[in-house]
């Protein structure tokens, strides 16, 4: 009896071991990311399947640009999704990234109260538009917050040659969804990436889509490897294991149709080399 009930703990032991060998933790990745990339929804629709696929757990971070390259910089994430393309140039010939890819593109868009006190619906000219909201001084709610949409405004109102002060240019120091509520409740202006916009005239904001159409506000997304100077802890080849995945043809077009069933049409338009060169 008392073999026997060796040989069956010893099997329980042996049972146990290879099920622990077979069980392997997930890897971590730290993405610093822009809060329009969360706010549209295509972090929470692209993400699981690389969790997946590769078993890694993705850590996001969703801030302004400004603060996802300072992370990056400061060794604090591994991969970087942002917007803010003079930025990104300066980041990489800092040496504190060692490769970026083209990922997306999309549009920046005024959008606004229906009675749109400033007069600005139907134009596509965004400069003349800033300029007629700053002339009647109507409330605009800015980010404020070093984000790739506030590096974009702030190029914008010093294209129209105003330097926006007074009551009724907010600085918010919010991320997009915040600040669109904000625009919503004050009955002001704001500037914002259009998948954003869209995806939160689901959660129903009477703010209306007034300007847009200007190349001045088109919008590309890059990712970025950060530099592993930065400490043993960067996971360098996650990274690139990462951007090579979010690059590839069949994720592009996945990118390519978010937004579509909903919206009637895309949030993002696909931009990678790998996209490009399909077919070829």
């Known amino acids: 009896m008392k073999k026997i009930f060796v040989i069956i703990l010893f099997s329980v032991l042996i049972g146990c071991t290879a099920g622990s060998a077979a069980f392997t933790e997930p890897q971590s990745l730290t993405l610093a990311t ?4 969360e706010n549209s929804g295509l972090l929470a629709y692209l993400l699981p399947e ?25 060794g604090n994430a591994d991969v970087l999704l942002v917007h803010a393309r003079a930025r990104e140039d300066a980041f990489m010939a800092a040496g504190h990234g060692v490769r970026r890819e083209d990922v997306m593109y999309n549009d920046f868009v005024v959008v606004g109260p229906p009675d749109d006190p400033a007069g600005v619906r139907g134009m596509n ?10 002339a009647a001084q ?11 949409t506030h590096i974009k405004e702030q190029a914008v109102w010093q294209n129209a040659g105003i330097t926006p002060t007074g009551d009724w240019y907010v600085s918010a120091g919010q991320g997009m969804g915040a600040v669109l509520t904000m625009a919503d409740e004050q009955k002001g202006y704001t500037l914002t990436d259009r998948g ?8 129903g904001i009477d703010l209306e889509l007034l300007v847009e159409g200007d190349p001045l506000v088109f919008n590309p997304y890059g990712v970025i490897a950060v530099n592993p100077d930065k400490g043993d802890h960067i996971q360098i080849d996650l990274a690139n294991q990462f951007i090579d995945w979010l690059i590839s043809a069949p994720i592009q077009e996945r990118i390519g149709v978010f937004g579509v069933e ?6 993002f338009t696909p931009d990678s080399q790998p996209w490009q060169d399909r077919g070829r």
Do not use: C, H, W
């Open 50 to 74: 690389f969790e997946k696929e590769y078993n890694v757990k993705i850590d996001v971070i969703a801030v302004g640009t400004g603060q996802a390259l300072q992370l990056g910089e400061d």
């Open 262 to 267: 909903k919206f009637g049409m895309p949030l």
């Open 138 to 148: 109507a409330t605009f709610i800015s980010r404020g917050d070093d984000s790739g």
């Open 196 to 203: 954003t916009y869209l995806a939160r005239t689901l959660e």
């Open 125 to 134: 000219d965004v400069t003349a538009a800033f300029q007629k909201i700053a």
């Open 34 to 37: 822009t809060t329009s990339t």
